[in-house]
C-alpha cells in the first residue's frame, strides 16, 4: 500500500475526507504517495486555527520567529538532495534542478529568517507643530496561499516564509498534482517550534480548499500562482469581499536576439529559458525574435543544440530534460503543435511523443521557425517544451513584437550593444528584464513579478514581499 499523507491542521496531522494518487510522471508506475485532500469543512477547520493563532503570533517575539525560520531554512538546505529528489519524482524536472529549487526553497526561509528582524517603520514630522507621525508595518491576518505544481517547493517557501516572517497566520493549499514537497514543508515546520495553527495545510482540489480559502471573510489575503483563468476567478471573488489579493500568472516571454549577439550566449539562453524544466515555467522563453541578420545561423545552431539533448526519466543522470508533468498537460502541448502548423508555423524539430525504459509523459524539445506574432502559438501560454522562432528586421520591430502581448512577466535580450541593452531595460514593458541571461530562473532576494496578464498585485519575493504581507499603520502623536 502506498504511503499516506495527511493533512496538518491545527498543529495535529488529520486524514482528509478523500485521498489522492500523487504519480512519478517519470515512471506512472511509481506512486510517490497517497495524499489528504480535505473537504470544506476541513479547510473552514484551518482557516478557523490560524484565526485563533493569529493575535499571540502577531505580537510574539521577533527573535522565536526568526529562530523558527532559520531552523526551517537550515533543515531543508541540509536535506536538499533527499527533498530534490522526492521532487523530482513527483514533478519530473531533473535531479539537478529538483535538488537546485530545494536550495533555493532553503535560502528563503533563511532569507526571511533575517527579514524578520530588520522590518522597519518610519518616524516623520507632521505638518502640525507638536506633532509626530509614525508609519509601521502590521501584520494582516489569515494569509490564503494557493500554489502551483511546476515549483512544488520554492513557490510554497516564498508564499510561507514572507507570511510567517511578518506576523501573519497561514493556511497552504498546494497544487493537487504535486503535494509532496509542501507536505515535507509542513511537516519540518510541525518539529519547528510554531505554536499550533500558526501553519496549516489544507491538500485538495481548488474547487473546494482552493475555493473555501477565497470565500472565507476569515482569510484577510490570498496569494496564487497558477494559470490566468484560475486567478481572474480568484481575484473577482477576493475584490467583492474587499480580501488582498496577489497573483502570479502566465507569460509568453520574448527573447530578443540580435544581429550583435553572441551566438553561443543566444543558444544558451534559448534552450535553458525555453525548454529546460521541460518549459514548465511561467518564466519561459516561448518566443525568440531574432534579428535578420543572425536568424539562420541561429535557428540552425538551436536545433543542433536540441538533438544533443536528452529527454528521459528525471531521476537518471544525463538526463536534459524530463517529462511533461501529466497526460492533460501532454494533451495541451500536443495540440498546440497541431494549432501551429495549421497556422502555417513550420515545425522545424522536436514535438514527438518519445517511448524510454520507463512510462512517462516524454515529449522531445519542439521548435517551430516563420512563426508570426498574431498566430496562437506566439499569443497563448503553452507550459510546455515548444518555442517559436519570430523573424524581425531590426531592433526597432524586435522591441515592438516583444512588447506585443497580454502578458508581462519576464523578457529577455541577447546582445553585445550597451545602447541596445540600455534602451531594452527602458522600453520593456515586462516587469523582469533578462540581458544576456535566460527569462527562467531568478534569485530569491529580490522583487518577482510582472505586468498586465501576469500578475496582480505586490510584488513577492526579497523585502518587496513586505507591500503584500503587510499593512500599513500611520499614527499621529501630540506629546
Ligand atoms: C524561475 O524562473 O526561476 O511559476 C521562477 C513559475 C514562476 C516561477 C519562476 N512563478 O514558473
Same mark, same amino acid.
Given at each position: /500500500?502506498?504511503?499516506?499523507?495527511? +493533512? *496538518?491542521?491545527?498543529?495535529? $496531522? @488529520?486524514?482528509?475526507?478523500?485521498?489522492?494518487? +500523487?504519480?512519478?510522471?517519470?515512471?506512472?508506475?511509481?506512486?510517490?504517495?497517497? *495524499?489528504?485532500?480535505? !473537504?470544506?469543512?476541513?479547510?473552514?477547520?484551518?482557516?478557523?486555527?490560524?484565526?485563533?493563532? &493569529?493575535?499571540?503570533?502577531?505580537?510574539?517575539?521577533?527573535?522565536?520567529?526568526?529562530?523558527?525560520?532559520?531552523?526551517?531554512?537550515?533543515?531543508?538546505?541540509?536535506?536538499?538532495?533527499?527533498?530534490?529528489?522526492?521532487?523530482?519524482?513527483?514533478?519530473?524536472?531533473?535531479? %539537478?534542478?529538483?535538488?537546485? =529549487?530545494?536550495?533555493?526553497?532553503?535560502?528563503?526561509?533563511?532569507?526571511?529568517?533575517?527579514?524578520?528582524?530588520?522590518?522597519?517603520?518610519?518616524?516623520?514630522?507632521?505638518?502640525?507643530?507638536?506633532?509626530?507621525?509614525?508609519?509601521?508595518?502590521?501584520?494582516?491576518?489569515?494569509?490564503?496561499?494557493?500554489?502551483?505544481?511546476?515549483?512544488?517547493?520554492?513557490?510554497?517557501? $516564498?508564499?510561507?516564509?514572507?507570511?510567517?516572517?511578518?506576523?501573519?497566520?497561514?493556511?497552504?493549499?498546494?497544487?493537487?498534482?504535486?503535494?509532496?514537497?509542501?507536505?515535507?514543508?509542513?511537516?519540518?515546520?510541525?518539529?519547528?517550534?510554531?505554536?499550533?495553527?500558526?501553519?496549516?495545510?489544507?491538500?485538495?482540489?481548488?474547487?473546494?480548499?482552493?475555493?473555501?480559502?477565497?470565500?472565507?471573510?476569515?482569510?484577510?489575503?490570498?496569494?496564487?500562482?497558477?494559470?490566468?483563468?484560475?486567478?481572474?476567478?480568484?481575484?473577482?471573488?477576493?475584490?467583492?469581499?474587499?480580501?488582498?489579493?496577489?497573483?502570479? /500568472?502566465?507569460?509568453?516571454?520574448?527573447?530578443?536576439?540580435?544581429?550583435?549577439?553572441?551566438? %553561443?550566449?543566444?543558444?544558451?539562453?534559448?534552450?535553458?529559458?525555453?525548454?529546460?524544466?521541460?518549459?514548465?515555467?511561467?518564466?519561459?522563453?516561448?518566443?525568440?525574435?531574432?534579428?535578420?541578420?543572425?536568424?539562420?545561423?541561429?535557428?540552425?545552431?538551436?536545433?543542433?543544440?536540441?538533438?544533443?539533448?536528452?529527454?528521459?526519466?528525471?531521476?537518471?543522470?544525463?538526463?536534459?530534460?524530463?517529462?511533461?508533468?501529466?497526460?492533460?498537460?501532454? !494533451?495541451?502541448?500536443?495540440? *498546440?503543435?497541431? @494549432?501551429?502548423?495549421?497556422?502555417?508555423?513550420?515545425?522545424?524539430?522536436?514535438? =514527438?511523443?518519445?517511448?524510454?525504459?520507463?512510462?512517462?509523459?516524454?515529449?522531445?524539445?519542439?521548435?517551430?521557425?516563420?512563426?508570426?506574432?498574431?498566430?496562437?502559438?506566439?499569443?497563448?501560454?503553452?507550459?510546455?517544451?515548444?518555442?517559436?522562432?519570430?523573424?524581425?528586421?531590426?531592433?526597432?520591430?524586435?522591441?515592438?513584437?516583444?512588447?506585443?502581448?497580454?502578458?508581462?512577466?519576464?523578457?529577455?535580450?541577447?546582445?553585445?550593444?550597451?545602447?541596445?541593452?540600455?534602451?531594452?531595460?527602458?522600453?520593456?514593458?515586462?516587469?523582469? @528584464?533578462?540581458?544576456?541571461?535566460?527569462?527562467?530562473?531568478?534569485?530569491?532576494?529580490?522583487? &518577482?513579478?510582472?505586468?498586465?496578464?501576469?500578475?496582480?498585485?505586490?510584488?513577492?519575493?526579497?523585502? *518587496?514581499?513586505?507591500?503584500?504581507?503587510?499593512? @500599513?499603520?500611520?499614527?499621529?502623536?501630540?506629546?
Amino acid at each position: /500500500m502506498a504511503e499516506q499523507f495527511r +493533512n *496538518y491542521i491545527a498543529g495535529e $496531522w @488529520v486524514a482528509g475526507a478523500t485521498a489522492s494518487v +500523487n504519480r512519478n510522471p517519470s515512471d506512472t508506475a511509481d506512486v510517490v504517495g497517497e *495524499y489528504a485532500q480535505a !473537504d470544506a469543512a476541513q479547510a473552514k477547520a484551518a482557516i478557523a486555527a490560524a484565526k485563533r493563532a &493569529f493575535p499571540a503570533w502577531a505580537t510574539g517575539s521577533i527573535q522565536e520567529r526568526a529562530n523558527i525560520l532559520d531552523k526551517v531554512g537550515a533543515e531543508i538546505l541540509a536535506r536538499r538532495d533527499e527533498l530534490g529528489t522526492l521532487l523530482s519524482r513527483e514533478e519530473g524536472k531533473t535531479l %539537478p534542478e529538483g535538488i537546485g =529549487e530545494a536550495a533555493r526553497a532553503g535560502q528563503i526561509f533563511r532569507f526571511f529568517a533575517g527579514e524578520v528582524v530588520r522590518m522597519a517603520g518610519e518616524k516623520l514630522a507632521s505638518v502640525r507643530p507638536g506633532v509626530d507621525v509614525e508609519v509601521t508595518r502590521e501584520p494582516l491576518g489569515v494569509i490564503g496561499l494557493i500554489t502551483p505544481w511546476n515549483f512544488p517547493i520554492a513557490i510554497p517557501a $516564498w508564499k510561507i516564509a514572507p507570511a510567517l516572517a511578518y506576523g501573519n497566520t497561514v493556511v497552504c493549499k498546494p497544487a493537487d498534482l504535486a503535494p509532496g514537497c509542501a507536505w515535507a514543508i509542513a511537516e519540518i515546520l510541525s518539529r519547528a517550534g510554531l505554536p499550533p495553527g500558526v501553519f496549516n495545510l489544507a491538500m485538495g482540489r481548488g474547487s473546494v480548499v482552493g475555493e473555501a480559502l477565497v470565500d472565507d471573510p476569515d482569510v484577510t489575503a490570498i496569494s496564487f500562482t497558477g494559470s490566468v483563468a484560475t486567478g481572474r476567478g480568484i481575484a473577482a471573488k477576493a475584490i467583492a469581499r474587499m480580501a488582498k489579493v496577489q497573483l502570479e /500568472m502566465g507569460g509568453k516571454n520574448p527573447l530578443v536576439v540580435l544581429d550583435d549577439a553572441d551566438l %553561443p550566449t543566444a543558444v544558451n539562453c534559448a534552450v535553458q529559458g525555453s525548454y529546460y524544466s521541460t518549459g514548465q515555467r511561467c518564466t519561459a522563453s516561448s518566443r525568440l525574435i531574432v534579428t535578420a541578420g543572425i536568424h539562420d545561423r541561429f535557428v540552425a545552431a538551436v536545433a543542433d543544440k536540441l538533438k544533443t539533448l536528452r529527454v528521459d526519466n528525471a531521476l537518471l543522470a544525463g538526463t536534459d530534460i524530463g517529462p511533461v508533468v501529466d497526460e492533460s498537460q501532454l !494533451d495541451v502541448d500536443c495540440k *498546440y503543435l497541431e @494549432v501551429g502548423q495549421a497556422e502555417g508555423a513550420r515545425l522545424l524539430t522536436g514535438g =514527438e511523443r518519445l517511448q524510454r525504459a520507463t512510462d512517462g509523459y516524454y515529449l522531445s524539445p519542439a521548435l517551430f521557425t516563420e512563426a508570426s506574432n498574431a498566430m496562437r502559438i506566439a499569443r497563448e501560454e503553452i507550459f510546455g517544451p515548444v518555442a517559436c522562432v519570430i523573424r524581425a528586421k531590426d531592433y526597432d520591430e524586435a522591441l515592438a513584437l516583444a512588447n506585443d502581448t497580454e502578458f508581462g512577466l519576464s523578457a529577455g535580450i541577447v546582445t553585445t550593444s550597451l545602447k541596445y541593452a540600455t534602451h531594452f531595460k527602458r522600453h520593456s514593458q515586462a516587469g523582469m @528584464v533578462m540581458v544576456n541571461v535566460p527569462t527562467a530562473g531568478v534569485d530569491y532576494h529580490v522583487p &518577482f513579478g510582472g505586468r498586465k496578464g501576469s500578475s496582480y498585485g505586490p510584488r513577492e519575493q526579497g523585502r *518587496y514581499a513586505a507591500e503584500f504581507f503587510t499593512t @500599513v499603520k500611520t499614527a499621529y502623536t501630540a506629546a
